[in-house]
């Protein structure tokens, strides 16, 4: 979220001192991120000690904050766990929102700053540590399992349905719906793909591990000291591996590098695996219609989000740059 919720800073503070026991002096909002249900903080104690403070609305799955917190005692590296409150809850109940805090990493995320080889050895390392943990049955009940679902296909070609019928008032809204237009047969193609691919998945029922899911450029923190980190663990879900292994060298990487200079690193890390082609190829497909779909709703459907609404034009518009996501997506079925 780039602006500021319209919400008190005094009620954010007053619930981290009482939930959490922390005395906050000061609290700053952070413009990070391109999820419109996620506000993030800063927040000092008087010794100067920082913490990272997220709300989240809408839908919450305790899964997010309880799977790094195991992962981190497990000692699964390169990930910061949440702080528990007073209670031992790895949150707490603020109005319409959860709130989350985390110690406070300084850096810059894979967007703003190039990930080096050895960070693309520690992402694989850190991947292969998350994809073999041993997981209590009960936490491992509790994630979501992979089902193929055509939620966001479906969505997305609903919205292709109609997009040259319905009006906009929005000038940003008016102008992804003419953008997408004059693409109709690239995105149609990459959903008939997706569908294709899931079906032969469903019936071959590939080994499932723990995924992140969510492995894109901003969700990598690098900090002063080079060390990287993985956040944001809101998908978390059990999947076959490929549903991580797509992000390296699958153009969410910051476009800093190639796609062989990403999987090169990433592999010496991650070790000797034997990769599903058509996994990959899914997974890369799929991500590309969800993502599309995700821009259609926050820009279609609605006019509010202020400054986010032009980040998330100029990000659904990247996704079709030559040599991005698309073209790297259909290389994987070659």
């Not at 319209?6 to 990070?32: M, N, S, T």
């Not at 990930?79 to 959860?98: E, F, H, N, V």
């Not at 990487?253 to 999987?263: S, V």
Request: charged fraction near 25%; include cysteine; glycine fraction near 10%.
């Amino acid at each position: 979220m780039l602006e500021k919720p319209d919400f008190q800073d005094e009620k954010i503070v007053a619930c981290v001192q009482d939930e959490y026991g922390l005395r906050i002096a000061q609290i700053a909002f952070l413009p990070l991120g391109a999820d419109l249900n996620t506000a993030v903080y800063r927040a000092w104690t008087g010794d100067g000690t920082s913490y990272f403070v997220k709300l989240r609305r809408g839908a919450f799955d305790d899964i997010s904050v309880a799977l790094p917190k195991f992962l981190g005692d497990y000692g699964v590296g390169h990930l910061i766990p949440p702080l528990a409150t007073r209670t031992g809850q790895l949150w707490s109940d603020l109005d319409a929102y959860k709130l989350i805090v985390y110690p406070y990493v300084e850096g810059r995320n894979g967007y703003e700053t190039a990930l080096n080889d050895r960070h693309w050895r520690d992402l694989g390392a850190a991947l292969k540590g998350l994809h073999t943990a041993s997981l209590p049955v009960d936490l491992r009940r509790r994630i979501q399992q992979e089902t193929y679902t055509p939620h966001w296909r479906d969505n997305l070609k609903a919205f292709m349905g109609r997009i040259g019928d319905d009006a906009y008032p929005d000038a940003i809204a008016r102008e992804l719906a003419s953008f997408l237009q004059a693409r109709r047969e690239v995105v149609l193609d990459l959903v008939g793909r997706a569908e294709r691919l899931a079906r032969s998945l469903q019936a071959c029922s590939p080994e499932f591990v723990v995924c992140h899911a969510d492995l894109h450029a901003g969700n990598l923190l690098i900090d002063t000291s080079g060390a990287l980190y993985i956040v944001d663990w809101d998908t978390a879900v059990l999947a076959c591996k490929e549903r991580d292994l797509m992000f390296a060298g699958g153009g969410l990487g910051g476009g800093w590098r190639t796609a062989q200079e990403e999987e090169v690193p990433f592999y010496q890390g991650y070790g000797p695996v034997q990769v599903d082609r058509a996994a990959l190829a899914y997974y890369r497909y799929e991500r590309i219609v969800q993502d599309v779909a995700i821009y259609c709703e926050q820009l279609l459907l609605s006019g509010a989000g202020g400054a986010d609404r032009e980040q998330s034009l100029r990000y659904c518009k990247s996704i079709f740059l030559p040599g991005g996501t698309i073209e790297l997506a259909y290389r994987s079925e070659t």
